[in-house]
């Protein structure tokens, strides 16, 4: 399996930015995607979650109404619409596949992410 992100960049705050993430060799449908991030001398966080079954979608606080996470089933891919970006969004963002609990529920339970992309960097400026 591998997940490679793309859409990453510099950025003026207030912009946005797309991410994308495209999975290829992951053949169970059932399995549910995520981004996180990772900011310099942090920890890295959940930060969008959606449901492979029904869709659902779940938000790190600090972006709820401003970051929108959808996926294209057909093609296995995630995205992630970034709106209105802030400094403290500069991060390495990560895609993740793995069970709802880490993935799709909003639990953002990193140590059950069954895959990890290689991440993109995003500044905002």
């Known amino acids: 399996v591998q997940l490679v992100e793309s859409g990453g960049g510099p950025v003026q705050a207030g912009r946005s930015l797309k991410l994308s993430c495209a999975a290829s060799g992951l053949t169970c449908s059932a399995v549910d995607m995520a981004w996180f991030r990772q900011a310099p001398g942090k920890e890295r966080e959940g930060v969008a979650a959606?449901?492979?079954?029904?869709?659902?979608?779940h938000y790190a606080d600090s972006v709820k109404g401003r970051f929108t996470i959808s996926q294209d089933n057909a093609n296995r891919s995630v995205y992630l619409q970034m709106n209105s970006l802030k400094s403290e969004d500069t991060a390495t963002y990560y895609c993740?596949?793995?069970?709802?609990?880490?993935?799709?529920?909003?639990?953002?339970?990193?140590?059950?992410?069954?895959?990890w992309g290689q991440g993109t960097q995003v500044t905002v400026s």
């Open positions: 993740a596949a793995g069970p709802s609990t880490a993935c799709g529920d909003g639990r953002f339970l990193q140590g059950l992410v069954a895959f």
């Open positions: 959606i449901s492979s079954r029904d869709g659902g979608t």
